[in-house]
């Protein structure tokens, strides 16, 4: 099975709305990443968090890491209709060096 | 500055041939990773490549191989395709070790 699992499969929300989606992995890692993909398309790198970091921001998105939990949250505030896509979380093992694992993700879903 | 290119961007193949798809990483990029992605689900990590050699190997046949050229650029080659092997293939590029992914649009392959 996957490292890291997404949570929800799915999220349908109105613009303006903030949305939470959780990634759960399984072993310790360097790192953890959040990236967005439309469409089926290539996938865009939207943050970086490192297992010494507990919260991280960019612009809209706010991602926190929890290491006793082995787990990671993803909150985009003031959903726009351009923030629909598949959001996954990648997590970088800490003995293998720069293969990430990926999870199922998470496709939101924003509603003009 | 160009990014992850990719080619060509759909294929069909017929079930036992050989298919080989190509990447050019980010410039000033010398790592490429190499995934496999099917309807649904998560990136999956196939291989590797630095310094012109396999660095790491995620849980593929060997029918999976890939090559890295003096200029960074990489091609992925399956051997003898199933209809298992139906998925868009995405190539990464990064800079250093446990960095963000720069991805590339993908290559779609269909076996028939």
């Known amino acids: 099975s996957q490292q890291g699992e997404e949570d929800p499969q799915a999220l349908s929300i109105q613009e303006g709305e903030n949305a939470t989606m959780n990634c759960s992995y399984k072993?310790?890692?360097?790192?953890l990443q959040w990236y967005r993909q439309n469409s089926g398309r290539g996938l865009v790198h939207l943050i970086l968090?490192?297992?010494?970091?507990r919260e991280k921001h960019s612009g809209r998105l706010r991602v926190t890491l929890d290491t006793s939990k082995k787990s990671s949250s993803l909150l985009i505030t003031a959903s726009r209709a351009a923030d629909t896509a598949s959001y996954f979380c990648?997590?970088?093992?800490?003995?293998?060096?720069?293969?990430?694992?990926f999870g199922t993700g998470t496709s939101l879903t924003v509603i003009p | 500055d160009a990014g992850v290119t990719q080619s060509p961007t759909h294929l069909i193949k017929t079930r036992g041939q050989q298919v080989t798809l190509r990447c050019s990483p980010k410039?000033?990029?010398?790592?490429v990773s190499w995934y496999q992605q099917a309807l649904g689900q998560g990136p999956q990590f196939i291989f590797q490549?630095?310094?012109?050699?396999?660095?790491q190997r995620g849980n593929f046949p060997d029918r999976f191989s890939g090559h890295q050229f003096p200029n960074y650029s990489s091609e992925l080659n399956v051997n003898a395709l199933l209809l298992g092997d139906s998925a868009l293939y995405l190539c990464?590029?990064?800079?250093?070790?446990?960095?963000?992914?720069?991805f590339g649009p993908g290559t779609r392959l269909t076996v028939t």
């Open positions: 990464a590029s990064t800079l250093k070790a446990g960095a963000e992914q720069y």
């Open positions: 072993t310790s890692i360097n790192n």
């Open positions: 968090i490192r297992s010494n970091e």
């Open positions: 990648a997590t970088d093992l800490s003995n293998t060096g720069n293969q990430f694992y």
């Open positions: 410039s000033g990029h010398d790592t």
């Open positions: 490549y630095y310094e012109e050699e396999e660095r």
